[in-house]
């Protein structure tokens, strides 16, 4: 008897060594002496002695049997487990699968290869009778059941072998995304079959035999469905292992994960760039599309394998488009691109925060009176287990606006989903729901008018479950599915079913729902459907492969556009700016920073006798007007010396006490801020850089803005001031001299003023009128008339006081009416007011020059009505408390308030710093744009470089 062991030889190396190297050994004739051999060396035995040979018993040669039998098996439940998840899954399970079955080439030893021409050498029936009766034919093998074996392990792998290049020409189909129905599993042969025992089967039709087969089918993968699942499981968590002990860095491959960041990152900054030279970016992405409440989010949620976007009954939640880069990872997690907090997606109270986090961003990106934005939300999920790709959700297209929503929002809709699809290399996916008539589709004429030919969409059919509980005729289902129902073409169709309406119902339940439903559908048993059109499972892996297709086709021509793109932009500089370093704005940033500390330095450099002479005279200024018109001009009309200083005093009391030092504060804070501007716009010669001004007059204004004086300056101020102006004791002539100067040239400078006044009232005097040809106006006539007549009554009595009594105002109205000249007392009053003032500022004047020689009687104390210069006296002491209070402002400025306002000024940097909308609004021009897309363009072109080296090592 003869057993087909070569025929299980083919068979296995057929298995197991289809890709590995195969060892080119000479074959040898069974009877040859020239090579013994052992199993277990490879070295030369001595050479046997001629037959009659003493057979024994070699367990050990059918353990190696039993052991390569059962290393075969395994692709049994490889083949027979990938049918269940469909033809794509089959496929991709068994390629990376069959990475992990071992290499038996290097066991080829223990089996010779003249072993397996035993049975065209050796009849092993004659030895089976020569040995009859011998007791050591006992020890032989039972050639039979060896056989039977054998036969059995052969017929196991017959079947799996034609069930999995059914499933192979499936998916193989799948990636062409050209649909056939020509399966292997399908080609029923018209033979008849028979049994173990040979009785023939009844023959049956064709139609029937296909009904076996499909209910076979069916039953084969209800059958290795656990098995499949748990296989997946556990795939799932030795990737997870594998990818934590590559985080401690037991495992140094480099893994895929890095390809995809790789390529967001690119992305990202593809999105920030405001493209010049018509460079566009034609980098592949998914783009989600469909009607509202269609099943966009739910489908994106299922391929991320986490609910991760806000939940809503109807109405509008994806108010902005969301790109999500899903990646493998050891654990579940997302991330938002300019954050740094990781959401763990295995906890519920990590989801509420993602999906409050996600809301409370599209609500932010939308504008007053918008409903929708056109601002992208990056987010990144990692997980075990998750196909890399790149998927852009973008808000689901209407066809009416309701109320509460902006009158323009479906046009923006429209133009957001135009914007990404016209991108030739954006991958469309269409998402249709299926409980709904197909005619009220708005989505579908949209893409097609994208994308006519269908060359990048896929299409979806979601809620399939309420489609065939729904629906009449499930026939359209297979029309929809097939392409034929839409004139808009696609690549692949798939039918999905996301859940059963519950927003709290989780992956793992809708996983299974969805795999129970399609396991007992009509629409999959009946052939409606096929089964790798079927589950988001097979959808997600069809996506990503056509996602990377897409990617390996455009990256490098994109790179390329990209390299012009650099060329024309050095260009420009060079021409433009050759003698000058390409500063983008954030560099510019950090140049104008570290000179406007330079300047606020500066200031603590400025010397004191500088601050305190500024302080002295932009305090006087704010202060003189009151100083003459509450104080001196009232005292000035006391009748004698003692009630002059009473007045005196009791004015500069309550004017310290109330108003003059937080005049002071302010004049030193006015001070300080403006000798900070000064050498903030001081030009630094060729240095000076006019980019910046913007920046600093910004950085200037803001730092002032939060600037506050030290509160408890006021009350030391005021105690130091209250003290200065109580001395009224002028100790030398030279402190006598000083006041009366400071005297006359207040006095001067009110004069000049006063007569400035009265020149705007009077309009032009005789030698104006006469030689510039000026003319007075109805007005300035009356007003120069009543001039003249209170300028007599002045002469008559000089000692006159500076108010006017009644009966005066009535003669002056009355010498004024006997000329004809109609006026008011206010305007008398008025006028009255700066006349006299005017005689009062010449007569002190007058004073001044008396008490010049006046220090020698003061310091006696001599009385002398005409050498009475309390006047001086009074502006000593104001002079005094001006160089004081100068005095302690200006400690206060260069002991503290520099310091702080140092302070505020490097927060305000920090602050602009970390706002590019800042930044952007005060650097500005050409040469910073130009430089921004210098950069731009060069890190766009390195990351892509990195990416595509990266690529060509994993292909």
């Known amino acids: 008897m003869k057993f087909p062991v070569q025929r299980l030889y083919s068979l296995s190396r057929t298995v197991h060594h289809t890709n590995a190297p195969r060892i080119n050994s000479r074959r040898l004739h069974w009877n040859s002496a020239a090579r ?23 367990p050990h040669r059918n353990f190696i049997l039993v052991r390569l039998a059962t290393r075969l098996l395994k692709i049994r439940y490889l083949v027979l487990g990938s049918a269940v998840g469909g033809g794509y899954t089959a496929k991709k399970t068994y390629d990376q699968w069959k990475e992990m079955v071992p290499d038996l080439t290097e066991y080829k030893w223990i089996i010779p290869d003249f072993i397996w021409d035993l049975d065209e050498h050796i009849d092993f029936e004659k030895i089976r009778k020569i040995f009859a009766d011998a007791e050591l034919a006992k020890l032989l093998p039972d050639f039979d059941k060896v056989g039977e074996s054998l036969d059995h392990l052969k017929s196991l792998l017959s079947p799996g072998e034609s069930l999995y290049n059914e499933v ?51 039953r084969t993968q209800l059958k290795y469905q656990r098995i499949l699942e748990r296989l997946e499981k556990e795939n799932k968590e030795l990737r997870k292992h594998v990818l934590q002990k590559d985080d401690k860095g037991i495992h140094q491959r480099k893994m895929k994960k890095s390809l995809i960041d790789l390529y967001s990152e690119v992305l990202d900054i593809l999105s920030d760039y405001d493209s010049n030279y018509n460079t566009q970016d034609h980098l592949p992405r998914v783009v989600v599309v469909g009607d509202q409440s269609a099943g966009k989010t739910s489908v994106l949620e299922m391929i991320a394998q986490a609910r991760i976007f806000p939940r809503g009954s109807g109405e509008m939640m994806t108010r902005a488009p969301v790109k999500v880069t899903l990646s493998e990872g050891p654990h579940h997690v997302a991330m938002f691109k300019d954050s740094s907090r990781e959401f763990d997606l295995t906890k519920e109270e990590d989801l509420a925060a993602l999906r409050n986090e996600t809301e409370i961003r599209m609500r932010n990106n939308v504008k007053e009176g918008q409903t929708v934005s056109p601002e992208t939300i990056s987010l990144s999920v990692k997980g075990p287990g998750l196909q890399r790709m790149v998927l852009v959700d973008l808000p689901g297209v209407i066809s009416t606006v309701t109320s509460g929503m902006a009158a323009d929002t479906k046009d923006i809709i429209f133009s957001i989903s135009k914007a990404y699809m016209q991108n030739p290399n954006a991958i469309i996916l269409c998402i249709q729901d299926g409980s709904v008539d197909a005619e009220r589709s708005i989505v579908t004429d949209l893409v097609s008018q994208m994308d006519p030919q269908g060359r990048r969409t896929i299409f979806v059919l979601t809620k399939v479950d309420l489609a065939e509980k729904n629906l009449a005729s499930p026939s359209r289902i297979q029309q929809i599915v097939e392409g034929k129902l839409f004139p808009m073409k696609a690549l692949g169709y798939f039918a999905v079913v996301t859940g059963r309406g519950n927003t709290n119902e989780g992956i793992d339940s809708i996983k299974d729902y969805e795999g129970d439903f399609f396991q007992n559908s009509k629409l999959l048993k009946t052939g409606m459907l096929k089964a790798h059109q079927v589950t988001t499972k097979n959808l997600s ?54 000179e406007i500390l330079d300047e606020v330095i500066s200031l603590s450099q400025v010397t004191p006798k500088h601050w305190e002479e500024i302080l002295q005279r932009k305090l006087w200024e704010r202060v003189s007007t009151h100083v003459i018109e509450n104080i001196y001009l009232p005292a000035a009309q006391s009748v004698n010396s003692g009630t002059f200083n009473t007045t005196v005093d009791i004015k500069l009391k309550q004017w310290t006490d109330k108003q003059l030092p937080h005049k002071a504060v302010e004049v030193a804070w006015e001070t300080l801020e403006d000798e900070f501007a000064r050498f903030m716009s001081e030009h630094k010669g060729k240095d000076h850089d006019d980019i910046f001004d913007k920046l600093k007059q910004a950085v200037k204004d803001e730092s002032i803005k939060r600037h506050k004086w030290n509160e408890q300056a006021e009350d030391s101020l005021r105690v130091i001031q209250h003290n200065a102006l109580e001395d009224s004791s002028i100790s030398d002539k030279q402190q006598w001299d000083a006041a009366i100067r400071f005297l006359e040239e207040t006095l001067q400078s009110r004069l000049r003023d006063t007569e400035s006044v009265i020149r705007d009232m009077v309009g032009p005097d005789w030698q104006e009128r006469w030689f510039y040809w000026k003319s007075r106006a109805p007005e300035q006539h009356i007003r120069n008339e009543t001039r003249n007549e209170l300028e007599r009554l002045l002469k008559i009595n000089e000692e006159h006081t500076a108010y006017l009594a009644n009966d005066e105002v009535t003669t002056v109205r009355k010498n004024m009416e006997a000329k004809n000249v109609e006026v008011d007392t206010i305007l008398i009053k008025d006028t009255w007011h700066q006349v006299y003032r005017k005689h009062f500022l010449k007569k002190s004047l007058n004073h001044c020059n008396l008490c010049r020689r006046g220090f020698h009687y003061y ?20 002079q005094r408390m001006l160089t004081i209070t100068a005095n302690t402002l200006r400690q206060q400025l260069t002991n503290t308030e520099v310091r702080r306002l140092e302070k505020n000024v490097k927060e305000v940097l920090e602050d602009f710093a970390e706002d590019n909308g800042k930044k952007i609004q005060l650097l500005t021009g050409r040469r910073v744009q130009l430089a921004e897309d210098l950069k731009r363009v060069r890190e766009i072109q390195e990351k892509l470089e990195v990416f595509i080296e990266a690529l060509h090592q994993e292909k």
């Not at 035995?45 to 037959?51: I, S």
């Not at 799948?174 to 080609?187: F, G």
């Not at 006296?873 to 104001?878: D, G, K, S």
């Open 36 to 58: 013994p051999y052992s199993t277990f060396n490879r070295l030369s035995l001595r050479t046997a002695k001629p037959f009659p040979l003493k057979v024994g018993y070699y």
């Open 168 to 218: 192979k020409g499936v998916s193989d189909l799948l990636l062409l995304l050209d649909s056939t129905e020509n399966s292997t599993a399908m080609k029923a042969s018209d033979t008849q079959g028979f049994d173990n025992n040979g009785k023939q089967y009844k023959k049956v039709s064709d139609k029937d035999k296909a009904e076996q087969l499909q209910e076979e089918l069916l």
């Open 541 to 594: 892996l069809a996506v990503s492969d056509c996602f990377w297709k897409m990617v390996r086709e455009s990256v490098e021509q994109q790179a390329d556009a990209f390299k012009a793109t650099r060329f024309n932009l050095e260009t420009e500089w060079k021409n433009n700016y050759p003698r000058l370093r390409e500063l983008d704005r954030n560099e510019l940033y950090e140049k104008a920073k570290n």
């Open 859 to 878: 310091q006696r104390h001599f009385t002398d009505s005409e050498l009475e210069c309390n006047n001086v006296i009074l502006f000593w002491r104001i």
